[in-house]
Structure formats: C-alpha cells, structure tokens
C-alpha cells in the first residue's frame, strides 16, 4: 500500500511540476513580448530616438 501511495505522490508532484514550468513558459513569452514591443518602440522617444525605455 505504501510503495502505491509513493507512486501515485510522485506522479501528482511531476505533474504539478509540469503545470508550473508550462505556466512559466508562457509568462516568459509574455514577458519577450512586452519586451520586444518596447525595444520597438523606443524609436519614438523624444531624444531623437535614443532614449531607452528602460531603466537598466
């Protein structure tokens, strides 16, 4: 009974696991996105298009 429980534990664990890193996934691309759309757009600053949009 407990080498099923361990099993079944285990199996939850990876497939939260598996969930988790999918959602990260798509935060990560969001955040590429966002990114990108501000390296685009930074050609509009009012510096003659110089300026970073960004503070680092």
Known sequence: ???LLLVLLLALILFGAGFAVK???WIALAV???W???F???GTSANGGRGRW???
């Open 23 to 25: 959602v990260l996934w």
């Open 40 to 42: 685009v757009a930074r």
């Open 54 to 56: 960004y503070r680092w």
């Open 36 to 38: 990108l759309l501000g």
């Open 32 to 34: 590429l996105v966002l």
């Open 1 to 3: 009974m407990v080498p």
